[in-house]
C-alpha cells in the first residue's frame, strides 16, 4: 500500500515563514550566552587564584618584615650588626627590597632589614681593565699580538645593575672585539706610526656602546704590539736596505755637491792669472 503522502496546512506554513528570523536569533542568543558562561567560569576562577596568591604574599612579606625588625631591635645589645652595613668612600649602596630597586644609601653606615632587603655595593672611583692579548689580522693580511688597558668609571649605578649583567666581563669583551676591528682596519705601518689615532677611535667606538649602561669609559691604550720572528727578520731588511740606500744617497749628493764646489773654484783661479796653480 502506498504512504499516504502528508500535506503541511497552509497557517503552519506561513506562520513558520513569519517566525524564523526571531526563532534564528533567540538560538544565536542562547548559543552565545552558553559560550559566555563557559569561558567567563574558568576567568573568574583564576582571578580568584590570583587574587589569593598576592594576598599569600603580601602577607608572608608582612612576616618577614616583622621578624627582620625585631632581628633588628633585639641583636643591638648583644653586639649584633647583622642589619649594619658599610658603603666607603667613592662608593654607592644600591638596596633591593624583596627583590626591586627600593633607594640608594650614600658613603658612611646604615641600617637596613636584613629579613627583606638586600644592599649592592658599587664602586665609582676609576677603574682599569688589562685586556688579554689578542691576534689581529691587518690590513695588509699580516698577524699581529695586541694587548690593551681600558680605564673607566661608574656613572650610574642603577644602570650598571640592572641594565647588563656582570658589567665588567661585558666591558673586557667589548674592548676586545673593538680592538680587533680598529686595527685590523689598518696596515701594520700605519699601526706603529698612528697609534695616539687608534686608541681615540677605539675609546669613542667603546664609550659610545657603554652609555646606556652607566659607564664611561675614559681612555683605551695600545700597549704592546708583537709580531711573528720571521716578520721582524724580513721587516729589519727592509729596514736595513733602506738604511743603505739613504747612504748611498747622501755620499752620491756629497760628492756632487764637493764637485760642483771644485769646478767652481777651477772656474776662479782660472780667471786669475797671479793664481796659485795647484
Not at 107 to 133: S, W, Y
Not at 201 to 223: M, N
Not at 243 to 263: D, G, P, T, V
Amino acid at each position: 500500500v502506498a504512504p499516504r503522502s502528508v500535506q503541511r496546512s497552509p497557517c503552519l506554513s506561513s506562520a513558520a515563514e513569519h517566525w524564523r528570523p526571531e526563532l534564528v536569533m533567540m538560538a544565536a542568543l542562547f548559543v552565545g550566552i552558553a559560550e559566555k558562561r563557559r569561558f567567563r567560569l574558568p576567568a573568574v576562577a583564576l582571578s580568584a587564584k590570583k587574587e589569593a596568591k598576592e594576598t599569600k604574599e603580601a602577607f608572608s612579606n608582612k612576616i618577614r618584615t616583622f621578624f627582620g625588625r625585631v632581628y633588628s631591635l633585639f641583636s643591638l645589645p648583644f653586639g649584633g650588626a647583622g642589619n649594619f652595613t658599610q658603603v666607603d668612600q667613592g662608593s654607592v649602596g644600591v638596596v633591593l627590597r624583596f627583590g626591586k630597586f627600593d633607594r640608594m644609601l650614600d658613603p658612611g653606615r646604615h641600617q637596613f632589614n636584613v629579613a627583606v632587603e638586600k644592599v649592592m655595593v658599587v664602586p665609582l672611583k676609576i677603574a682599569c681593565i688589562d685586556v688579554q692579548p689578542q691576534m689581529v689580522m691587518t690590513k695588509d693580511n699580516l698577524t699581529v699580538t695586541i694587548d690593551a688597558v681600558c680605564f673607566y668609571r661608574v656613572l650610574d649605578a642603577t644602570k650598571v645593575l640592572f641594565e647588563v649583567q656582570n658589567y665588567q666581563q661585558a666591558l673586557s669583551n667589548l674592548v676586545q672585539v673593538t680592538m680587533r676591528t680598529v686595527v685590523g682596519e689598518n696596515d701594520l705601518s700605519e699601526i706603529f706610526a698612528q697609534r695616539p689615532r687608534l686608541n681615540a677611535r677605539i675609546t669613542e667606538l667603546i664609550d659610545a656602546a657603554t652609555g646606556p649602561w652607566g659607564i664611561e669609559v675614559s681612555q683605551v691604550e695600545l700597549k704592546e704590539v708583537q709580531i711573528q720572528q720571521s716578520m721582524q727578520r724580513a721587516l729589519a731588511a727592509v729596514a736595513e736596505a733602506q738604511q743603505e740606500a739613504e747612504a748611498k744617497l747622501i755620499q752620491a749628493r756629497a760628492q756632487r755637491e764637493s764637485a760642483s764646489i771644485l769646478a767652481e773654484a777651477s772656474k776662479a783661479m782660472g780667471n786669475d792669472a797671479a793664481a796659485l796653480q795647484l
